[in-house]
């Protein structure tokens, strides 16, 4: 599966970002598709995900603050991040998984300023 990602940037603390996740696969093959984010001297750690029923689930740290939903017709799944903190500046990572695959996009940098 093909992950492409976009959206990131730079938004000052308090402010709002929307990441995009589009999946080459048919939405309904997949399983499910996550955010998952990585900041310098960091492992990657999941955000959120979404699996094919609309089930999501977030890490404690952004719940309340980002959500994560999904476009069927668009194959795409979205995170919006609000009320952003300097703790959430880091690369964002989408992973997409089928039955037999494990995919990662390339990373999109959110930037979060003073």
């Known amino acids: 599966v093909q992950v492409v990602e976009s959206g990131g940037g730079l938004v000052q603390a308090g402010g709002s970002l929307r990441l995009s996740c589009t999946a080459s696969?048919?939405?309904?093959?997949?399983?499910?598709m996550g955010w998952y984010r990585q900041a310098p001297g960091k492992q990657r750690a999941l955000v959120a995900v979404?699996?094919?029923?609309?089930?999501?689930s977030y890490a404690d740290s952004v719940k309340g603050r980002f959500t994560i939903s999904r476009d069927n017709a668009a194959n795409t799944v979205y995170l919006q991040m609000n009320s952003l903190k300097h703790e959430d500046a880091a690369v964002y990572y989408c992973?997409?998984?089928?039955?037999?695959?494990?995919?990662w996009g390339q990373g999109t940098q959110v930037t979060v300023s003073s």
């Open positions: 696969r048919n939405i309904f093959e997949i399983n499910d």
């Open positions: 992973n997409v998984r089928t039955t037999i695959e494990n995919d």
């Open positions: 979404i699996n094919n029923r609309g089930t999501t």
